[in-house]
């Protein structure tokens, strides 16, 4: 299965030690969000990578993501096996309307918290 939203509201910033993307549909209640602990607290539990929650936390999990493919007006998120069975989905589009500086901002972003290369600005 896969989902498909058109997020009004997006933030990338780094809040309270923590690199936070998240895409937001308040008016359906959707969001997924990806993050990443840039200080590295949490590499002591062998946490050391990115953290996906959708819609709330019993839908959310370390390192579920297999690639993250980021186009003009949308990002897709295509999901590990373990990640489709926390998530109960195979891959997450999420759709917007950004300036080009703020889709790169957002990129940036994606990069520094999804390791080894797994997002492609196509």
Same mark, same amino acid.
């Given at each position: 299965?896969?989902? &498909?939203?058109?997020?009004?509201?997006?933030?990338?910033?780094?809040?309270?030690?923590?690199?936070?993307?998240?895409?937001?549909?308040?008016?359906?209640?959707?969001?997924?969000?990806?993050?990443?602990?840039?200080? &590295?607290?949490?590499?002591?539990?062998?946490?050391?990578?990115?953290?996906?929650?959708?819609?709330?936390?019993?839908?959310?999990?370390?390192?579920?993501?297999?690639?993250?493919?980021? @186009?003009?007006?949308?990002?897709?998120?295509?999901?590990?096996?373990?990640?489709?069975?926390?998530?109960?989905?195979?891959?997450?589009?999420?759709?917007?309307?950004?300036?080009?500086?703020? @889709?790169?901002?957002?990129?940036?972003?994606?990069?520094?918290?999804?390791?080894?290369?797994?997002?492609?600005?196509?």
């Amino acid at each position: 299965m896969n989902f &498909n939203f058109f997020a009004s509201e997006i933030s990338s910033a780094p809040v309270d030690g923590v690199w936070t993307v998240a895409f937001t549909d308040p008016a359906q209640g959707h969001y997924f969000l990806v993050q990443r602990d840039v200080e &590295n607290v949490m590499e002591e539990r062998g946490l050391n990578i990115h953290y996906i929650e959708f819609g709330d936390q019993s839908r959310a999990c370390y390192g579920g993501l297999e690639k993250v493919q980021v @186009l003009a007006d949308a990002v897709k998120f295509h999901l590990t096996s373990f990640g489709a069975e926390r998530l109960g989905m195979k891959e997450i589009v999420v759709s917007f309307s950004l300036s080009k500086a703020i @889709l790169a901002a957002v990129s940036g972003a994606l990069a520094r918290i999804v390791e080894h290369g797994r997002v492609e600005v196509l």
